[in-house]
């Protein structure tokens, strides 16, 4: 399976949860529940297969109780979700800058996939 493969299975399960929109690339205006997968390793594995560590950016609303809230109802759902594609080995809250210099609230989902 090709990286833009495994990108689209993992936008796909993102988007099995309610409120969530899982994308393979990031928007241009992200918002709350928009989900993204970011390359971050390739690890060479046996042969020529590889693993590949993705980190997946999800969008929370932008109030730091509101996000924390957000957090608690959809990580359950999000971990299950991505349990059948990936193997998924943590998450953790993250800020990603805008273009404007701003930074958003998201929670930072560590999955890993073989290539």
Known sequence: MSLQGQ????AAALSTVGDVR?????????NTGDA???LAVLDHD??????????IAVIVPQDE?????????????LYFALKPVAFVDRAVPV??????GAELL???ITVRTEE
């Open 22 to 30: 899982g994308l393979t690339k990031r928007p241009a205006v992200p």
């Open 65 to 77: 109780v509101a996000a924390e809230e957000w957090w608690d109802v959809h990580w359950p759902p």
């Open 95 to 100: 800020t990603v800058p805008t273009a404007e």
């Open 7 to 10: 990108r689209q299975i993992l």
């Open 46 to 55: 046996a042969g020529d297969a590889f693993m590949v560590t993705w980190s």
């Open 36 to 38: 993204w997968p970011r």
């Open 106 to 108: 998201a929670f930072d």
